[in-house]
C-alpha cells in the first residue's frame, strides 16, 4: 500500500474546503455519506471543521476527507472522456488485482503445503499480513496453515471466540487483541465454509477503510477456492485439518461425500456426518440444478470397512442411476439390485432419496427401513414424513410407491440416521426425536442458518454421549424458498 507524506493540517483544511465546494454537496449530505464511513462528529461539528472554525481529531478529518474525495472520483468517472483503444497494465502496481493476480500465479504450480506462504505474499501487495486458518473436520478448532515465517498464530476454539464467530457467522470482525489491529474475514469456497483469513493491519484506522475491507474478502474468497481445488493435489492441507488418524473405511466414505454445503439461489442445504474418524456405515448425497434438488442420505448394516463398502455400493448406484435422469423408483430399484448382486445374503441399507422440484415446492421421497423426514415450518417441527414405507434396500423392493408432499416457502427438510436419536448419555438415555426437534426448533427461531444449526446438533449428539458416538450419527438439512417471479410478472 503507497504511503505519501501528511500534509500540514492547516493545508489539509484549505484542500477540503476547496474541494468541498467543488463535490456538488450540500453540508448534510457530506455528514451523511461521512457517517456511513464510521465518523462520529455530529453535523455542527462537521459545518464548523468546514468553516475554519474548528478542527476535527485526525481520524475524523480523515474520514472527512475520504467521503469529498470517493465524490470527486464519482465526478471525475462522470466526466472521463473514454478512449478508442484502451490500454491497460497487466499488473496494476500496488492494486488488489495485483495482489490476486500474484496469488493465482504463484498457486498455478506451487505443492499445497506452499498456500500459506503464496496468501502471505498476496496480503503484503495489499500492505497487510495475513494468516490463512482452517476449520478441522470436527469443526471445533481454526488451524493455522504455515507461512515459512514464525508465527504467533495457534490453535483458535470455533466456540466462544472471535474469530470462532466471524466463521460461525460468515462475517467480517475488527479486533485489537494483544495490541494488534486485526479482521477476522471468513473463508469460503462457494458456500462452503472452510476457515478465517487472518489480516494484521499496519494501523488502528485501517479499520474504517471500506475498500481494504473488500480487498481483503476477495482475497479470502480466491484462497478458500485455492484451498478447495488444489488441496486435492496433495494431503498436507487435509493433514492440518485432522486431529488424529481416520480408520481406513472413514477415509473411503470421505472421499465420496459431496461438500458438506451447497446453495443456489432458491436452495440452501448443509451435512455432517460423526464421528469424523471413525465412521463406517453411513453416507449422504445431493445434486443441485436449477430445477431441482435431489437428496439422499444412507445408514449400511454393520459397522467398520465392511459397511463402508456397502454404503459405496449404495451411493455409487444411487449417482449412477440419478445421473442418467432415471425418478426416484429407479433409482431405489438400482440400489436394491447393486445391494443384491455384489453382497449375496441379508446384506442392507437403510435410507431415504428425495427430489424437490424448486418451482412449486413439491417433494417427492421413497423411506427405506429408515426415519422419516421431518419438516419444519414457523419455527417448530409441523410433520414427520411417513409415507413412501418401503423394506431397506437389498432385501427387495416387496412393492413400493414414492409418497409426495407439497412445501411451503421458508420450510426445512431434515433428514437424519438413527445415530443421532439413539445416541445415549452415561445413564443410559437417548438423545431421542424430542431433543432433535426442539433443538431444530431452537436453531431456526435465533436465524442461524443450516451450515451452523447442523455444526449446533452435531456437537450436541456427540455432547449428550460424552463425545464417545457408539453408531453413526449423520444430518443432511435443507432449506428452501420460493424462487422469485420473472421481471414483468
Known sequence: MTRHAAPPPDDQRVRLRAAFRHS???????????????GDADLLDVEAHLEGLQELPTLQADLLAL???????????????PFVQLLQDARPPGSPLRSLAELLEAAHRSPPERLGAIAREAGRTLGVDVTVHLADHEQQHLVPLPSGVPSR????RIDGTLPGRSYQNLEILPSVAGGTPRLWVPLEDGTERLGVLEVRLATAEAFHDAGLRDHCR?????????????????????????????????????????????ATDDFVLAGSLEPTYD?????????????TVSLAVFDAMGHGMPAAILASAALAAYRSTRRDRRGIYEQA????ETIARCFPGSAFVTGVLAELDVASGRLRYVAAGHPPPLVLRGRKVVKSLDGGRRVPFGLGDGGF??????????????????????????????????????????????????????????????????????????VLLASWRAPAPPPGV
Request: glycine share 8%.
Open 218 to 262: 476477495w482475497l479470502a474468497l480466491l484462497i478458500g477456492h485455492l484451498v478447495a481445488s488444489i488441496g486435492r493435489y496433495g494431503d498436507e492441507l487435509e493433514r492440518v485439518r485432522r486431529s488424529r488418524p481416520p480408520t481406513p473405511a472413514a477415509e473411503l466414505i470421505w472421499r465420496q461425500l459431496p461438500p458438506l454445503t451447497a
Open 279 to 291: 465412521v463406517g456405515g453411513d453416507a449422504f448425497d445431493f445434486a443441485l440444478t436449477e430445477h
Open 153 to 156: 498464530s495457534t490453535r483458535l
Open 67 to 81: 467521503a469529498v474525495n470517493e465524490r470527486l472520483d464519482e465526478l471525475t468517472a462522470e466526466r472521463r472522456v
Open 401 to 474: 410407491a414414492v409418497a409426495e408432499e407439497v412445501l411451503q416457502p421458508g420450510d426445512w427438510l431434515a433428514l437424519y440416521t438413527d445415530g443421532i436419536t439413539e445416541a445415549r448419555d452415561a445413564s443410559g438415555a437417548w438423545f431421542g426425536e424430542e431433543r432433535l426437534v426442539e433443538l431444530l426448533a431452537r436453531a431456526s427461531a435465533a436465524g442461524h442458518p443450516p451450515p451452523e444449526t447442523v455444526r449446533r446438533l452435531t456437537r450436541a449428539v456427540l455432547e449428550h454421549q460424552g463425545g464417545l458416538l457408539q453408531d453413526d450419527a449423520t
Open 24 to 38: 456538488d454537496l450540500s453540508a448534510e449530505q457530506l455528514w451523511t455519506r461521512y457517517f456511513g464511513l464510521g
Open 333 to 336: 430399484r438400482s440400489i436394491d
